[in-house]
């Protein structure tokens, strides 16, 4: 299957893909909304905080992806109030060795905890930031972890409930990259000198009630 990044043809191998008409495949920490609807991923989290952690979602893929990696989905809001809160995780495991998906009982789906963990954690949600028109920003942020570090953060695109968008995500060659609706003017990069070789894949998500279709993986090259 030929895979592209940002509008441009790359040179990729498909690995993994989901019409998610099931969760087999898949985990959960946080909120226990979570569910396969009509070909989707729906992930509905309070909209308020509570004890319990309901109002976060992390949904990881059961499968350790190593190397040079391109994800592609589709995904919208739902609710007209919700965040609109689109998070990722590639690479995630524990610095120690032990498995993610073994360990999964140890958290609530808190956002702490992943930040001791490898991995690297794009966020793109609604920003407090608008464009000329009145119409709310994505605010882009990128982190590694451990330690939240924040290597990129932009305020661009219009951020918008009920639209599908389409995100896409690289590593390669110390690149680490994000890029919505395919386009070379809302993609962005920084460079990894100690780039993250291997671990789960993972959606997450805070007080937002999220719609998520035709997951595909691709080794890049």
């Known amino acids: 299957m030929p895979a592209t990044f940002a509008g441009k043809a790359l040179d990729a191998e498909l690995l993994y893909e989901s019409g998610f008409p099931n969760l087999d495949d898949f985990w959960s920490e946080g909120t226990p909304d979570v569910n396969a609807e009509g070909g989707s991923l729906v992930v509905r989290t309070l909209l308020e905080r509570d004890e319990r952690k309901h109002f976060v979602s992390s949904v990881f893929l059961k499968r350790v992806f190593q190397g040079d990696v391109l994800v592609r989905y589709r995904a919208r809001s739902i609710h007209a109030d919700s965040h609109r809160n689109f998070n990722f995780f590639i690479h995630t495991r524990h610095p120690d060795g032990r498995d993610l998906y073994a360990t999964r009982g140890e958290r609530s789906g808190d956002y702490p905890e992943y930040h001791v963990l490898d991995n690297y954690l794009f966020t ?29 953060e932009v305020h661009s695109y219009r951020c918008e409930n009920f639209r ?15 890029c919505l609706d395919e386009l070379p003017h809302e993609c962005y990069t920084w460079r990894d000198p100690q780039p993250l070789r291997e671990g789960y894949l993972g959606f997450r998500s805070f007080m937002s009630h999220l719609e998520f279709k035709d997951l595909r993986v691709f080794q890049a090259r």
């Open 164 to 178: 599908w968008y389409t995100f896409e995500y690289l590593i390669r060659q110390g690149e680490v990259s994000v």
């Open 124 to 152: 793109c949600l609604k920003s407090d930031q608008q464009d000329r028109e009145g119409f709310d920003f994505f605010r882009y942020r990128m982190r590694r972890d451990p330690g939240f570090h924040l290597m990129k």
